[in-house]
């Protein structure tokens, strides 16, 4: 879902930037435009919104990735030990 809103914020900062009716009048003036607000609120590293959330995605892929996606907690057949993590107790 996060990466949908980094999407979509992409997409209407590009619109609000350079306007699709406007796109023949367009020149190297609103291309410098666009790469100078690009890279001061929608890139990775700026202080905006776009950047935290870019950051927040990135750290929720690694997470993801460097952990394995078993469950934590189990029990045993009898229910009388439960592991966590590795480390059994019983009940």
């Known amino acids: 879902m996060l990466a949908g809103v980094v999407y979509w914020i992409r997409v209407?900062?590009?619109e609000v930037i350079?306007?699709?009716d406007q796109r023949q009048e367009q020149n190297d003036e609103d291309d410098k435009l666009f790469r100078q607000v690009?890279?001061?609120?929608?890139?990775?590293?700026t202080y905006g919104v776009s950047g935290k959330m870019i950051n927040l995605l990135a750290y929720g892929k690694s997470i993801a990735f460097s952990h394995n996606n078993a469950g934590s907690v189990s029990?045993?057949?009898d229910r009388t030990v439960m592991s966590y993590r590795g480390h059994s107790?019983?009940?």
């Open 89 to 91: 107790r019983s009940y």
């Open 18 to 20: 350079l306007p699709w």
């Open 38 to 45: 690009r890279e001061g609120y929608l890139a990775d590293g």
């Open 12 to 14: 209407l900062a590009i």
């Open 75 to 77: 029990w045993s057949l």
